[in-house]
C-alpha cells in the first residue's frame, strides 16, 4: 500500500537546527518533495531529490536514499518564521507526472 | 509573472448542494491536479488534468469531477455535499515535462465549509 510517515511535531530553539525525518513505502517512485506550509496558506516547494544523496539550498537541505525508503529535511539556523509544517510528498508510478502522496506534516515549532 | 490562483477563497454550502472551485495555473503549465486537505492533515490527490482530459484519479467518489478547459485553468465539482467535504481545496500546477520542472506548484487554496 502507499504510506508516508513523519513525525507529528517537533520543537526547536532559534538558531539551533532540526532534521525531519520521512520514511515511504509507495507503488513506485519518481522523486521526493518537501513542502512548507504556513497556518491557512497554500504548500511552497522548498527541495527536490530524485537521486540517492544531499542537495543543499540554503539554510534547508534534504536527503535521500532509496534503497531505505527515508528522507529528512535539515532546517539550520532556525528563524522564528520557519514555525510551519513541513511535508514530505512522494510523486508515484513511472511516469514523470505520477501523482504525488503527500504525508500528514510535522508542525515545526521554533521557540526564542 | 501570476502564481497559481483560484476562486473563490471561502465558500460555505449546506449538505447536498453543489459546488464548483476554480483554478488558473501558473503562466506556461498546461497540468492541473487538485487536493483536499483536511485539516492537521496533508493534501489528498483527487485528479489531475492535462490536455483537457482527466489523467488519473485518487480514491474519490463520483461526485468529484472536473473539467480543463483549452487555456489550461480547471474546475472542480462536488454534488450532493457531505458534512465530510468540509476541507481547504487546493489547485497545484506543473509543467508535466518531468524531473524538478514537474515541481507543483499550489494556490492558496478555497476553504469549503458544508453545514
Known amino acids: 500500500g502507499q504510506n508516508i510517515d513523519q513525525p507529528t511535531e517537533m520543537t526547536a530553539t532559534e538558531g539551533a537546527i532540526v532534521q525531519i525525518n520521512c520514511t515511504y513505502q509507495?507503488?513506485?517512485?519518481?522523486?521526493l518533495f518537501w513542502y512548507q506550509q504556513h497556518a491557512g496558506e497554500a504548500p511552497t516547494f522548498l527541495s527536490y531529490n530524485v537521486l540517492d544523496g544531499l542537495e543543499e539550498k540554503g539554510r534547508f537541505s534534504s536527503f535521500l536514499s532509496r534503497s531505505k525508503g527515508y528522507s529528512y529535511l535539515l532546517l539550520k539556523e532556525l528563524q522564528m518564521k520557519d514555525s510551519a509544517s513541513y511535508l514530505c510528498a512522494v510523486r508515484d508510478g513511472t511516469d514523470s507526472w505520477g501523482k504525488f502522496q503527500f504525508g500528514a506534516g510535522t508542525q515545526v515549532v521554533v521557540t526564542p | 509573472d501570476a502564481g497559481v490562483t483560484q476562486s473563490p477563497t471561502h465558500l460555505i454550502k449546506t449538505r447536498g448542494q453543489q459546488v464548483t472551485l476554480r483554478c488558473s495555473p501558473k503562466s506556461g503549465h498546461d497540468t492541473v491536479s487538485w487536493y483536499q486537505q483536511a485539516l492537521g492533515q496533508g493534501p489528498q490527490f483527487i485528479f489531475q488534468y492535462y490536455e483537457e482530459e482527466e489523467r488519473q484519479r485518487g480514491n474519490f467518489p463520483d461526485r468529484f469531477s472536473g473539467h480543463q478547459f483549452p487555456n489550461y485553468s480547471s474546475e472542480l465539482n462536488v454534488n450532493a455535499l457531505l458534512l465530510g467535504d468540509s476541507a481547504l481545496y487546493l489547485c497545484?500546477?506543473?509543467?508535466?515535462?518531468?524531473?524538478?520542472?514537474?515541481?507543483?506548484?499550489f494556490g492558496p487554496g478555497t476553504r469549503l465549509t458544508v453545514l
Open positions: 509507495t507503488s513506485g517512485f519518481n522523486g
Open positions: 497545484a500546477s506543473s509543467l508535466g515535462a518531468g524531473g524538478v520542472s514537474d515541481t507543483q506548484y
